[in-house]
């Protein structure tokens, strides 16, 4: 049996609290009375009341200031105030409502319209509170749930692209010495930094070193600093609070938040906004956050794997990435060598992806062409490993099957040959010059267009995005 309602009844006539208390007591409520205004606050507020009759003219304190009082407290702001007065104007009633009164009731008052008012009061008083508890446990359900989601996708992605130290082919000497490093590092905590070109596999070592971590079993959640909109990277790393920012409208749990226990892998981290970097170097050494628009601080327990494609010092030296936060990633640096330091893993490979590229167009694919892998070991790949891949499935769609013919050249090769210069001059050209140079003459091929299945992007097995930085950095524009 539930107990009964707490009404609190203040007048400044005794008459009137003893009709009151009778009246209500009869009915089975609790009643407690004040002949006051000032009365009333420190009772409303030293006790817990479901329902206030409050009269209107009191001499201390009149009933107006008692009901904006307790609408200012956030401890008293609920509790439903119905006022008791002989005033009947207009003007009265409109002010009562605005200082946070729920009905008003003039005397002399029928017993059964009040008891009727009561009633309903409180009974929509209940039925907001349980309203409120429902949405709570609703709120916490949904956060569960998108917490339980975040983490099964981060899970069932780590399934689908679960790699080992088998699926990183070659025998070179500059990768075994790479997959010894990884081996090392492994096993421990330490925050490492992935380096290397585009296309030489950045991401395939991160899960490798995830993969043999002793937080295997925890989820692996992989961030792209090059894909994010740069006013919402905070949010995305750190979560925000409900009504933070325009469009925040609950609660959201960031992917630091999401990882705790497990890894995070930061690829392109070089292009994070140095507005946020300081915010990162934090959580680094005090494993410490706050959400966009929170007040509390967080832990978290999380290893760092970030990845770049670009040269870190130098954007230090421009001012564009902060030197404590690279001290702070540069912990274990692994370089990965380019396609070209590595020339003698390209028959593998091109193996390797001529299987996958069979399964992928339903294709019997069982040889390859001498003429192919000439072709593939003369060029350069500036797009490296992921170029080679885009080759082979392409030379896959245009030829027959049994074999793998040179049905054409990797994209531009044909083109550069025919301007290449001799040997001796083209040796006096830097590395940027001579992808400066291809990179133009893809564009010029595609017709300057960067995404498709036609573009430049594609061609050269980048992401739309690093092609786009490549330009700026190497200064390429249209009129070129």
């Avoid at 692209?161 to 088998?166: I, K, L, N, T």
Wanted: aromatic content about 4%; glycine content about 8%; overall charge neutral.
């Amino acid at each position: 049996m539930s107990a009964p309602a707490n009404i609190l009844a203040v007048d400044d006539t005794p008459q009137n609290l003893k009709l009151l208390g009778d009246l209500l007591a009869a009915k089975g409520y609790a009643v407690a009375t004040a002949a006051g205004g000032r009365e009333a606050l420190k009772m409303v507020r030293a006790g817990k009341f479901d329902l206030v009759l409050l009269d209107v003219m009191m001499p201390d304190l009149d009933g107006f200031s008692v009901c904006e009082g307790l609408r200012a407290d956030d401890a008293t702001r609920d509790i439903p105030v119905i006022f008791l007065t002989a005033l009947d104007d207009t003007f009265d009633k409109v002010r009562a409502f605005s200082a946070g009164a729920v009905d008003f009731i003039t005397k002399p008052f029928r017993s059964e319209e009040l008891l009727a008012r009561v009633g309903t009061h409180l009974a929509l008083r209940q039925v907001r509170r349980s309203l409120e508890e429902q949405n709570a446990r609703l709120r916490e359900e949904i956060e569960a749930h998108n917490r339980s989601k975040g983490t099964i996708e981060c899970l069932v992605e780590e399934i689908r692209s679960s790699h080992d130290f088998g699926d990183i082919l070659g025998e070179s000497p500059a990768l075994t010495r790479l997959l010894e490093q990884v081996g090392l590092v492994a096993a421990t905590d330490s925050t490492v930094l992935i380096l290397g070109e585009t296309g030489t596999g950045k991401e395939l070592i991160a899960r490798a070193i995830y993969s043999h971590s002793l937080r295997r079993d925890r989820p692996l959640i992989k961030i792209n600093c090059a894909a994010l909109p740069r006013e919402l990277v905070e949010s995305e790393l750190f979560g925000h609070e409900k009504g933070a920012f325009t469009g925040a409208t609950q609660l959201r749990r960031g992917r630091f938040e999401l990882a705790d226990g497990g890894t995070i892998f930061l690829d392109e981290v070089g292009e994070l906004p140095l507005e946020t970097q300081p915010k990162l170097l934090r959580v680094l050494q005090e494993q410490e956050f706050e959400r966009v628009g929170g007040t509390h601080s967080l832990r978290t327990d999380v290893r760092l794997i970030a990845a770049t494609n670009r040269d870190l010092q130098q954007q230090v030296g421009a001012g564009t990435f902060r030197s404590d936060l690279y001290y702070r990633l540069n912990v274990f640096p692994l370089a990965l060598p380019s396609l070209r330091e590595r020339r003698e893993d390209i028959p593998r490979l091109i193996q390797h992806f001529l299987a996958r590229a069979g399964r992928k167009l339903g294709k019997s694919l069982a040889g390859i062409a001498p003429a192919l892998i000439d072709r593939a070991m003369a060029y350069d790949w500036p797009g490296n490993v992921r170029e080679l891949e885009n080759y082979v499935e392409r030379a896959a769609i245009l030829g027959k099957p049994p074999v793998l013919e040179a049905t054409e050249p990797p994209a531009g090769q044909a083109r550069n040959a025919a301007a290449r210069p001799a040997a001796s001059q083209l040796s006096s050209k830097s590395l940027e010059d001579v992808e400066r140079s291809h990179i133009l003459q893809v564009l010029e091929q595609t017709q300057w267009a960067i995404e498709g299945e036609r573009g430049a992007a594609r061609v050269l097995g980048l992401n739309p995005s690093t092609l786009r930085g490549r330009l700026r950095k190497l200064g390429i524009r249209k009129n070129s």
